[in-house]
């Protein structure tokens, strides 16, 4: 698997087997704004707590559209082309989303964080699938390039205008399935050492060294990869569990960890055990009718394959609903009327606030 395709995968799964996180308590005009032009013909959006600049070359070529606690900013061709044949979404450049706490740095692959207001911590994500539809018209495709181009620099301009705290973390309510089952199931696991699998940073795995593990279990055993480079956790149980161990550290917050430090054996370990978390999953209920959440802005595909037509979209957080059993790693959903195909590995049991 390529590294970064594996690290992208890796974080986005380390908590999905635990409960979704508490919904932020955001207020109802969190995204309310005033908007004026500078002397380059930027355009200055001043949210209640956030200063966002967007260039002057976006003019007239996006939109944004906000869902609570989350803002979308899109390409506006993007947009026309999917609603006109009846799509739902189209265009997504990134999103802004202001959480209660920093439960999304355990699961979400592709976020930067912007700092803390009264509301809550803001952080922005950008989609991992390539969004301009449609994928064969040029003009439409250069144009989502060259603002795509320009992301980063929104992002490193983005300014708190009301700072504060903003943030709790006490994880109680949102972590009683690690107090409980999932300590309980730990606690069954035959090892002759401080670790759940004490050689899979050192050797490839085998089904017969995973056979004996739950879901709960495989979590914490692709924690305990990133423990080993002592990467810190946000959620409070995990980092509980880990400063237990005279071995660990935990001298590497979650947001300043590089997960290319990750040897070639230690991706491929925590990809045969997401794998084998699949299994479990679709061995353990019904896959069709499963409920999903979108980690990230997703295309819908007509095709089990990255070769497959966009037809859809599905925002951030937003479920779908499982409609058969995957096709080579490949959910069939329907979300909103359409029908076809998500990587499932970027759909999560949990929601994502």
Known sequence: MNRKLAAGVMIAAMTM???????????????????????????????????VTLPASWGGSYGFEVFGPEVIFYQSLSMDAALEEGYSWGGTLFSITCAENYDFEDYLPNYQIIGDGEEGVYYVSQPSDFQAYPEDDE????EYRDMQNDIQWIIDSMEITNPGDGVTDDGEDSLEIIEDEF????????????????????????????????????????????????????????????????????????DKFDANVLSETEDTNIAFMLQRMRELATDGETVRGTVMYAMYGLNIRNAASMEGAVIGGVPQGYSVIVTGDSVNGWAPVSFNGVKGYIYDANLSRTKIN
Not at 228 to 254: C, E, M, V
């Open 183 to 254: 300590w309980d199931g730990l606690e069954e696991v035959d090892v002759e050492s401080d670790y759940i699998l004490e050689n899979s940073s050192d050797k490839l795995l085998t089904e017969q060294d995973i056979r004996d593990l739950d879901a709960n279990q495989l979590q914490m055993a692709i924690n305990e990869i990133y423990a080993r480079h002592h990467r810190r956790f946000n959620t409070p149980s995990i980092q509980k569990y880990f400063d237990g161990f005279d071995w660990y550290s935990g001298t590497i917050d979650a």
């Open 139 to 142: 003009y439409t495709v250069n």
């Open 17 to 51: 087997a635990m409960e979704a996180p508490v919904a932020a308590e955001i207020s109802e005009d969190i995204w309310q704004y005033a908007t004026w032009f500078d002397g380059n013909g930027d355009e200055i959006f001043d949210f209640k707590e956030l200063k």
